[in-house]
């Protein structure tokens, strides 16, 4: 292939990013962090250093096509913080991932990782591409060569990613042995999230949605409410939402509502999560024509008469629009940021307690955690002793984190970001800034 024609087919294989409307995710979390610092008096040299990324890495991936072509992918990793220990984060694959998208992210999982008490910073990473216009060979080779050229950045001690959105353990175990060749031996801890045979832990694909589960629990406790009265409606059908739901059920919940990209389903007397699941698995993940259920929309969910509302699909998904109008008690977020902060004010206003993102879905970096500790000893645990540990550590967090928001008297969101902003300012201080 002639070089000039290398040039051009580069040029015009590059993806338009869908416009999207939502907030800017970085100045989102920002607005939070900045009640928690006035709460905390926090130092302004260290507001500075906790809002700023401490490396954000952007590297050319080049790959080289199924049908010979050179294409270039723009791969992105954001260590937002490493006070606690290695960053630790996970790496999407979209057409629209953004620096400023990757930046938020990298900073929540800071905060995810001081609320639960992990021994991690906050780190995440993406690559811009559409993922299902791309054959199995052509992800392996994007993937390896993002990692090739993350090489130094990345490593157990130092930084260790993880699946996220359309990234998967195939994925990690790619990243894996990528990794492994380049340092000249097996090294499982650089990943968590890989495949059970290569060092994976039991639970971990359900770690999410237990956790969910968990939080729920203890806030249902808080308000005096048993499960066995209390019905529920989950947004999102994968990992996170199916395993939610189905734990909330076998808890007593009755769960009336769930949806995914294809529409949500309803029904008053509770739906059957386990058929539900089996269906998906069956209908190439989607709940598309399942006949157990009225059709509503997934505008209509998210306003439900129910208990609970577990939005675990994406953010900014309650917004100043539809917030007037949710009637849940509880909202527990599964997904990453799926209430934006104009959203928050409505909801306190009305008295619905919101188990937010940082503490509701750091069930997965708890587990995450667990997988990196069972490589480093070679010692793996039951999925019993992985279950156990996970509900004490997300209980634990829980009650911190509520006792937190009563001593200020403010949010369960705002209580966590004073946890975890503590947490990292008080190690910052002792570790003190190198000259
Ligand atoms: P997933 O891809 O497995 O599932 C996403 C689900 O949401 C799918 O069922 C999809 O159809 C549905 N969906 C997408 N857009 C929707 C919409 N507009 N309305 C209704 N449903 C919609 O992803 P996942 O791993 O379950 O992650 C979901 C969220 O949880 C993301 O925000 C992710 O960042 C967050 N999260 C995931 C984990 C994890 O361990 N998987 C950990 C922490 C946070």
């Keep these: 292939m002639p070089f000039n024609r290398n040039v051009y087919e580069r040029a015009i294989y590059k993806e338009p ?55 270039v992918f723009e791969g992105i990793r954001v260590i937002h913080n490493e006070v606690l220990g290695p960053s630790k984060g996970g790496i999407r694959y979209a057409p629209d991932v953004t620096v400023d998208e990757v930046k938020a992210l990298a900073a929540w999982m800071t905060w995810k990782c001081a609320v639960v008490g992990v021994p991690f910073g906050g780190g995440k990473g993406g690559v811009v591409c559409d993922p299902s216009k791309m054959s199995p060979g052509e992800l392996e080779r994007l993937t390896r060569r993002y990692t090739a050229n993350l ?9 260790i990613p993880a699946p996220d959105m359309n990234t998967n353990a195939q994925i990690m175990a790619w990243i894996l042995d990528t990794y492994s060749m380049h ?49 529920v409606a989950v947004q999102g059908f994968g990992n996170v939402g199916s395993i939610a739901a189905q734990l909330l059920a076998e808890q007593g919940c009755k769960v009336v509502a769930v ?43 998210l306003t439900l008469e129910v208990d609970v509302l577990a939005p675990c699909a994406k953010e900014d998904q ?31 206003e009305n008295g619905c307690l919101v188990i937010p993102d940082i503490l509701a879905n750091a069930g997965g970096v708890t587990v995450s955690y667990f997988e990196w500790v069972q490589d480093r000893q070679g010692y793996f645990w039951t999925l019993d002793r992985v279950n156990r540990r996970l509900d004490r550590m997300m209980r634990a967090a829980f009650d911190n984190v509520y006792q937190a928001a009563e001593k200020y008297g403010v949010t369960l969101r705002i209580g966590a970001y004073v946890l975890a902003i503590d947490k990292v300012a008080t190690a910052l201080r002792l570790r003190g800034i190198y000259a």
């Design 17 to 71: 990013a869908p416009i999207r409307d939502r907030e800017n995710p970085f100045e989102s979390m920002v607005k939070r962090f900045d009640v928690a610092a006035q709460i905390l008096e926090l130092d302004p040299g260290f507001y500075e250093y906790l809002t700023t990324p401490s490396r954000v890495h952007i590297t050319a991936v080049p790959v080289i096509m199924d049908d010979g072509r050179i294409k």
């Design 151 to 159: 090489l130094d950045v990345f490593g157990p001690d130092r930084d």
């Design 183 to 231: 340092v000249r031996r097996t090294e499982n801890a650089v990943v968590t999230g890989k495949p059970i045979i290569l060092g994976g832990s039991l639970g971990r694909r359900e770690a999410t949605g237990r956790g969910v589960m968990t939080v729920t629990l203890a806030a249902l406790e808080r308000l005096g409410l048993r499960p066995a009265d209390c019905t």
């Design 259 to 301: 949806s995914d990209l294809s529409g949500g389903y309803y029904n008053e007397n509770g739906l059957d999560i386990n058929a539900m699941i089996e269906y998906a698995s069956r209908n190439k993940g989607s709940l598309q024509g399942y006949p157990e259920a009225q059709p509503i929309s997934n505008e209509e969910l």
């Design 318 to 348: 309650i917004t100043r629009h539809n917030a007037p109008q949710v009637k849940a008690k509880i909202i527990v977020e599964g997904a990453n940021g799926p209430t934006t902060p104009a959203a928050d004010d409505i909801l306190k």
